[in-house]
């Protein structure tokens, strides 16, 4: 499937997302992007096949714009991947741990390594990016500067790993989709499966209990739902739902059905149905 194929992602190469595209499609060939926009551009005009979309953070939470972006792609999502956050304390060749006196990351990859870097006296400071981070520290080639980033980027920037257990957490992850400019079901309804979808609903009263009425009745679960607003407008709101199931399976369709019925017309827009992450199941 991957041989012969351009997957694209967000930042610079040796971030977790570039490392996500390893870990998804290793064969296929990546492509950089300065943006979320650039991303899905390169998508839409065939200069890549698949993009790998970041959604959410166990520890950062959902990545802003993203559910803007989506529904606007016409992009489909194909499949799931949870990516673990290992950073690593990186730093220019025969450089020591004790010479380093200022980190260079992410704000949110300095975060998550606060304790740590409070413990060895190191002072953080905030890059815009982790790989970019390391890139800048390699050009820098100063002993005492280091930066927080992935292995990947301490092999694409030849710099040395100094620290294995930077990260205060061994939990943070990253929830990505893989999208494509088709759709990609799964032929078996009834293997796990996750259908995500975007509805706007009507404006009367209990309209939302109302409108989820079907998964319940259905014993169908639902294991994301978020609001946001649309098009600026503090009046329209928007709701994007992940839920166990296959979108063409007996309950999903009765689901379904009753959601529209209190949607606006065309108020319901499938964004994929793909299978379920083997990390749900062990998560579970």
């Keep these: 499937m991957a041989r012969g194929k351009k997957i694209a992602f967000q930042g610079v190469p040796g971030a977790y997302s570039h490392l996500a595209c390893s870990?998804?499609?290793?064969?296929?060939?990546?492509?950089?992007?300065?943006?979320?926009?650039?991303?899905?551009?390169?998508?839409?005009?065939?200069?890549?096949?698949?993009?790998?979309v970041p959604v959410e953070n166990s520890t950062a939470g959902r990545v802003a714009d993203i559910h803007h972006i989506l529904p606007e792609s016409g992009l489909y999502i194909?499949?799931?991947?949870?990516?673990?956050?290992e950073h690593k304390l990186l730093?220019?060749?025969?450089?020591?741990?004790?010479?380093?006196?200022?980190?260079?990351?992410?704000?949110?990859?300095?975060?998550?390594?606060?304790?740590?870097?409070?413990?060895?006296?190191?002072?953080?400071?905030?890059?815009a990016d982790t790989a970019g981070a390391a890139k800048?520290?390699?050009?820098?080639?100063?002993?005492?500067?280091?930066?927080?980033?992935?292995?990947?980027?301490?092999?694409?920037?030849?710099?040395?790993?100094?620290?294995?257990?930077?990260?205060?957490?061994?939990?943070?992850?990253t929830r990505f989709l893989i999208m494509a400019p088709k759709p990609h079901m799964p032929a078996n309804t009834s293997l796990p499966a996750i259908t995500t979808l975007i509805f706007e609903v009507r404006s009367v009263p209990?309209?939302?209990?109302?409108?989820?009425?079907?998964?319940?009745?259905n014993g169908i679960n639902l294991t994301k739902i978020e609001s946001y607003m649309k098009d600026g407008s503090m009046q329209a709101a928007q709701f994007y739902i992940d839920c166990e199931g296959h979108v063409?399976?007996?309950?999903?369709?009765?689901?379904?059905?009753?959601?529209?019925?209190?949607?606006?017309?065309?108020?319901?827009?499938?964004?994929?149905?793909?299978?379920?992450?083997?990390?749900?199941?062990?998560?579970?």
């Design 23 to 52: 870990a998804v499609l290793p064969e296929a060939q990546t492509l950089a992007c300065s943006s979320f926009s650039e991303m899905i551009l390169s998508v839409q005009q065939g200069k890549a096949d698949f993009a790998m």
């Design 78 to 85: 194909i499949c799931e991947h949870y990516q673990p956050v």
């Design 91 to 127: 730093a220019i060749k025969g450089a020591r741990l004790e010479d380093i006196t200022e980190v260079h990351s992410h704000e949110q990859g300095l975060a998550q390594c606060r304790k740590s870097l409070e413990k060895l006296g190191i002072k953080p400071v905030i890059h």
């Design 136 to 173: 800048d520290i390699a050009l820098l080639g100063d002993p005492n500067v280091g930066a927080i980033a992935s292995a990947l980027a301490a092999d694409i920037y030849g710099l040395d790993i100094l620290g294995a257990d930077i990260l205060d957490s061994n939990t943070n992850t």
């Design 206 to 217: 209990a309209v939302l209990y109302k409108a989820l009425g079907g998964f319940a009745t």
């Design 248 to 284: 063409q399976s007996e309950a999903m369709v009765r689901a379904l059905e009753e959601l529209r019925f209190y949607c606006k017309d065309e108020g319901v827009q499938i964004l994929g149905t793909y299978p379920a992450s083997p990390s749900r199941r062990i998560a579970g």
